[in-house]
Structure formats: structure tokens, C-alpha cells
């Protein structure tokens, strides 16, 4: 048969044309079976379209929404904020790091990190800050992930 190409047992001997359209069909149809798979697991701790858990990323971005925010990489699931003053306390001020270190839905993929400063004779100097300020902090961002992820899969 002149002008056909074999692509294989599957499609033995079609035209060039036809077994590429035939290739493309069957490309299409798995696809429609994945999408399905997917809105099924919807809430799966790795859903996903940036480098880390995408729950944990929107909780964290959420939480700090009140700060003004210096670096964000999702891909790097890293968050920097600038210094922050509270109005009813502008003699201190806080900054706030946070790491997302995994696409799971997990505590300990997540690292947060704050520093705090006092005014002290018109400087800031650097001033401890309590572990439970931190700890506070990942437990809001923790339990606004799985809020977010409770509300994908509509329970």
C-alpha cells in the first residue's frame, strides 16, 4: 500500500493521517478518565498545582494577610513578611517567616519562624519571642488548611 506507515500492531498499516488521529483519540478519551479521577480526590493532601501542599500555602498566605509581605515562592513554599507594627502597640514590631516543606497535609510540614524587635531610645533592638507565640501562629495556619480542605470535599 503506497503513502502508509506502520504504527504497530495496534494500527497495522493505516494511512499516516489516520493513526496519528487514532493515537490522538485514544490520548483524548484517557484524559477525560483522569479529570474524573481528579475531581473525585479532590481534597487529597496533594492536590496541588504549585511546589507545595496548596491548602497549607492559602492557609499561611491567609493568616498573615494582615502584614505586608516582602518574598512569596510557591514553588519553594517560602513566605517573608516586613516588619509589622500593631497600631495599639507600635513600640514593638514582629516579622514572620514560613516554610512549607512538603505537598502533605501534615504538621510537620510546616516551619514558622518570627523575630521581634523593641523600640529602645529611638532604636530597635532585637527582643526574644515566646515559643508559644510561634506554636499559636502554626495552629491557625494548621487548622485553616483543614477547614479549607473539610470545605473541598463539602463536609
Known amino acids: 500500500m503506497t503513502g502508509s506507515t506502520d504504527t504497530g500492531s495496534i494500527f497495522p498499516r493505516l494511512p499516516a493521517r489516520a ?22 480526590d479532590v481534597a487529597a493532601s496533594r492536590i496541588t498545582t504549585i511546589g507545595v501542599n496548596s491548602y497549607l500555602w492559602r492557609a499561611s498566605l ?21 516588619w509589622y507594627a500593631n497600631p495599639d502597640n507600635p513600640g514593638e514590631r514582629v516579622k514572620v517567616s514560613v516554610t512549607i516543606l512538603d505537598q502533605d497535609l501534615r504538621a510537620d510540614a510546616l516551619r514558622v519562624a518570627a523575630s521581634r ?11 526574644p519571642v515566646q515559643a508559644a507565640t510561634v506554636q499559636k501562629l502554626e495552629d491557625i495556619i494548621l487548622t485553616k488548611a483543614r477547614d479549607l480542605r473539610r470545605g473541598a470535599i463539602g463536609g
Open 117 to 127: 524587635q523593641v523600640a529602645q531610645n529611638g532604636n530597635w533592638v532585637d527582643a
Open 19 to 40: 493513526g496519528a488521529a487514532a493515537l490522538l483519540a485514544l490520548a483524548l478519551v484517557s484524559c477525560g478518565h483522569k479529570k474524573e479521577r481528579l475531581h473525585n
Open 62 to 82: 491567609d493568616a498573615l494577610s494582615f502584614m505586608p509581605l516582602v518574598q512569596t515562592d510557591s514553588n519553594g513554599g517560602v513566605i517573608v513578611t516586613d
